[in-house]
């Protein structure tokens, strides 16, 4: 599809596991953020990419985050020991990148719920 | 400390009447974008302004941005249900870059 992509849609899984959630942002989009959205709020940033490179990452909660773009496409966000309160849906958007902010392009997002 | 302040938080009408939903801040922003927002989905594009002053319209829905930069108001008229949604304002701060920051929110509610 032409589309952001994310899988998995949904994700249950047991406080402490590790947990992987990817992103196949549109074809050509140099720019990939990753947002955290809980129940009746807006995005809250986590990171974004500009390329390869994590231009940002102000917004990971805690060293259990980690996000990768090893070749400038898919990303993966990846979080360690997950706790509870991890429990949210995790957007991707992607953009054309390149200096003035343009269309954010959002998937559908990926619900992780940990038990 | 919430960088854009959304107010109302939420909002219930009648069908047919006019409302405005504010984006504040004490941030000067290099541009500003609505976004709507349905359940299960992805926030979509609604405006982005980038001059202060200025005002974009989109059918029944005024943007206008304020004259300093810090902030911003939607304008719908004659609202509808299918104007029901989670309606975002996002910024990038200025010297930023890309990033790209949102507020939390207006749940407007349409009633028919």
């Known amino acids: 599809g032409a589309g952001v992509s994310q899988t998995p849609s949904n994700k249950v899984t047991e406080k402490g596991k590790y947990v992987e959630l990817r992103c196949d942002p549109i074809?050509?989009?140099?720019?990939l953020y990753w947002y955290r959205q809980s129940l009746g709020q807006g995005p809250e940033f986590l990171i974004y990419?500009?390329?390869?490179?994590?231009?940002?990452d102000s917004g990971l909660p805690n060293d259990r985050f980690f996000a990768v773009r090893p070749e400038g496409s898919v990303s993966t966000l990846k979080i360690q020991r997950t706790e509870r309160g991890d429990s949210a849906v995790y957007l991707c958007?992607?953009?054309?990148?390149?200096?003035?902010?343009?269309?954010?392009?959002f998937g559908e997002g990926s619900r992780l719920t940990v038990l | 400390t919430q960088l854009l302040e959304q107010s109302p938080q939420f909002l219930s009408i009648q069908e047919g009447e006019n409302l405005t939903v504010y984006c504040n801040s004490s941030?000067?922003?290099?541009?500003l974008q609505w976004y709507r927002q349905e359940p299960g989905e992805g926030p979509v594009l609604l405006v982005t302004?980038?001059?202060?002053?200025e005002v974009k319209k989109l059918k029944r829905l005024t943007f206008q941005f304020g004259d300093a930069r810090k902030d911003s108001s939607l304008h719908i008229t004659a609202a509808q249900p299918g104007d029901t949604g989670l309606y975002l304002c996002?910024?990038?701060?200025?010297?930023?870059?890309?990033?790209?920051?949102f507020g939390k929110g207006t749940r407007l509610h349409i009633l028919p």
């Open positions: 958007a992607s953009s054309l990148g390149g200096g003035t902010p343009g269309e954010l392009f």
């Open positions: 074809s050509g989009h140099t720019a």
């Open positions: 990419f500009q390329g390869t490179g994590a231009a940002d």
């Open positions: 941030s000067v922003f290099s541009s």
């Open positions: 302004v980038v001059t202060g002053g």
């Open positions: 996002a910024a990038c701060i200025m010297n930023r870059d890309d990033k790209i920051i």
